[in-house]
């Protein structure tokens, strides 16, 4: 299945039409610089870091092909950075259990201490900081998630983006790829239901219970935004097998991330680590889409919580303050060996998500495009 | 993508591994005789149907190569055949905005006159009978969906099942697809969840909210099972890119229901077909899985009652009583062109569902094994 000296490469200006998918919490610039090796895109997830850290991140890795990633969720009014006391009450038996005294005062101190989590106007200055100093060299690679920044941001990211910055954002409907191809993203990332981790839903009208299948997201994408557009396919790619499926579908490229969960290069907690190779060897594939551990919609194994209060709760927490309820409670069963509270983000295809080298897997998945 | 002189070919003597899915209330014969022109396989939904019209059935169309499809759903007892005064109720807007006056009298006679849907003794007897008269004939083609028939039953078929039927049976997830392989069934037909009408869904442990995709679901079934079974994918295929994706992820061939809905062999409503169009054209393609309609899981188009009352609900209707609820509000809404209460069974794919003679789908989704 050639494919025309790749538009994915092409835009992206790297060797292999793959990219590795960004994990907050589960992947930092070890594993993107090893899945960079081989000649594909390592994704470092950003959200949170201060300007400064960024700076240095982006310098220090200038040799390499990384793609710089950010949430671009809407931050909540102050008046919401208040515990729900309702939400506090629906886990108060599993306080308990685990031993956790006056845990409101806990959620609010965790809360009072939260840094944004959101790309800022600041976050902008440091590349474009940065970038100043790249002459020559081939653009930033920036990927976004829930969405774009604010207009301004955006429209000023924009003005400089086709030498400076080359810029993907994923899509979970056509409509938001619409949305996204309108605005000039060079890369819309097509994430069907079946991605592990946060949905990247962002326009109001986007439902989970609606989310697409890979198989109906990526032609449908396609068709709506012409041939000239450039689409990576997300959800369900795990080898070379899957990632030409994704080609026929109508995508240039592919995101994977699950299969690198358990690699040597990823950050991964044990207990994490355990319930991916017990949901693997045992055909458990009990993954489904959560509001409860985060605050907003991803999909994980299956853990206690989510069996006992539901995966999608009306009354969950806000996004990003889900955490702040759970960390405790994480702590103390995770030193037991428990994964009862832990956000245990895996997607659904996890036949490739065994242990090794991250670079071999990228190569074996890569290999789909060898007629390049 | 040349396949080995195709495997599901062999199985079911057809000459294209293409399945046209059965519909029950928007395909009959003629649409499955349509697809079966082809030389792939058109399938006859005989849910309810009397043994003796079924033999009829059989008969009429030996020259054909058409698929038997039963559901396997286990009935209610009788001690719930009796209409739910809640569910009454949280439909009681909607009686008095349609002017039906005592809804539940009305409910109450429609479960009265309800027929058995599931397959029984008599069904199979029936088959028997006429299989018993086709000598040297291909073995007759039946599939099972909700599961397979009580064990006794499904013992009874299978012991003659080699040479005089060949069976398949739908499975959502890998632990159903590990089941009807183990119990011999020919063909497992993985229903991916982007696949339109009810979710096949019958193990204890199946649950909706973990339904996987095609994109994953085909490839573990695949690895599970291993390289001997005879595996169909069915959802989002539309097209002979979407069969070639299929067919990459591990399918010797494909199940083809939404593409279906609008061709001029199918009975589907002139409120569902505007329906169809409409999301199609408009590209709002908001489908999901809903409980609230017939009482089982199924896909299709968002209705009213779908929006306001959600789509998945603990306390909808038992199955198959959902529809005894409906009847009078959606013959009174579709009399004025609205599908407000109907059941819009649609995939996520809606790419293909266009106007046209079904032949021609199936011949042009079938151009993807050209090769064979």
């Known amino acids: 299945m050639p494919l025309l000296r790749n538009r994915l490469c092409g835009l992206a200006h790297c060797a292999l039409p793959l990219i590795g998918a960004p994990m907050l919490g589960y992947s930092d610039v070890s594993l993107a610089r090893a899945v960079a090796s081989t000649g594909a895109i390592g994704s470092v997830p950003c959200s949170g870091m201060a300007p400064g850290q960024l700076c240095t991140l982006v310098q220090d890795n200038v040799e390499h092909r990384l793609c710089y990633n950010f949430f671009c969720h809407r931050p909540p009014p102050a008046s919401m950075a208040r515990p729900s006391s309702s939400w506090v009450g629906h886990l108060a038996k599993y306080y308990a259990e685990e031993g956790i005294a006056n845990p409101a005062d806990a959620v609010q101190k965790?809360?009072?201490?939260?840094?944004?989590?959101?790309?800022?106007?600041?976050?902008?200055?440091?590349?474009?900081?940065?970038?100043?100093?790249?002459?020559?060299?081939?653009?930033?690679?920036?990927?976004?998630?829930?969405?774009?920044?604010?207009?301004?941001?955006?429209?000023?990211?924009?003005?400089?983006?086709?030498p400076a910055f080359c810029v993907s954002c994923s899509a979970t409907t056509v409509e938001e790829a619409v949305y996204l191809h309108q605005r000039h993203v060079d890369i819309v990332v097509c994430q069907g239901a079946e991605a592990g981790g946060h949905r990247g839903l962002f326009l109001p009208g986007s439902r989970v219970e609606e989310q697409l299948g890979t198989f109906a997201l990526v032609p449908q994408v396609?068709?709506?935004?012409?041939?000239?557009?450039?689409?990576?396919?997300?959800?369900?790619?795990?080898?070379?097998?899957?990632?030409?499926?994704?080609?026929?579908?109508?995508?240039?490229?592919?995101?994977?991330?699950?299969?690198?969960?358990?690699s040597a290069e990823a950050k991964t907690s044990l207990v994490h680590r355990a319930a991916l190779r017990d949901a693997r060897e045992s055909g458990a594939l009990t993954t489904s889409i959560t509001n409860i551990l985060s605050g907003r919609p991803a999909r994980g194994l299956r853990n206690r919580l989510m069996a006992e209060l539901g995966s999608m709760r009306a009354d969950g927490p806000t996004y990003p303050f889900g955490p702040a309820y759970l960390l405790d409670l994480r702590q103390r069963a995770e030193a037991s060996g428990r994964g009862d509270y832990s956000q245990l983000w895996a997607g659904q295809n996890l036949r490739g998500c065994t242990e090794g080298p991250a670079a071999d897997k990228a190569k074996a998945i890569a290999a789909a495009f060898a007629n390049l």
Not at 231 to 258: F, K, P
Request: proline share 5%; hydrophobic share 50%; aromatic share 6%.
């Open 222 to 262: 396609r068709a709506a935004l012409g041939a000239g557009a450039c689409l990576v396919a997300a959800g369900g790619i795990v080898d070379a097998a899957t990632a030409r499926a994704a080609v026929e579908l109508g995508a240039d490229g592919v995101q994977v991330g699950t299969s690198f969960l358990r």
């Open 110 to 162: 965790r809360f009072a201490a939260l840094r944004p989590t959101h790309f800022t106007e600041e976050h902008l200055e440091a590349l474009l900081a940065v970038q100043a100093g790249l002459k020559g060299r081939p653009p930033l690679l920036l990927s976004f998630h829930f969405g774009l920044p604010p207009d301004a941001l955006w429209e000023r990211l924009r003005a400089v983006a086709g």
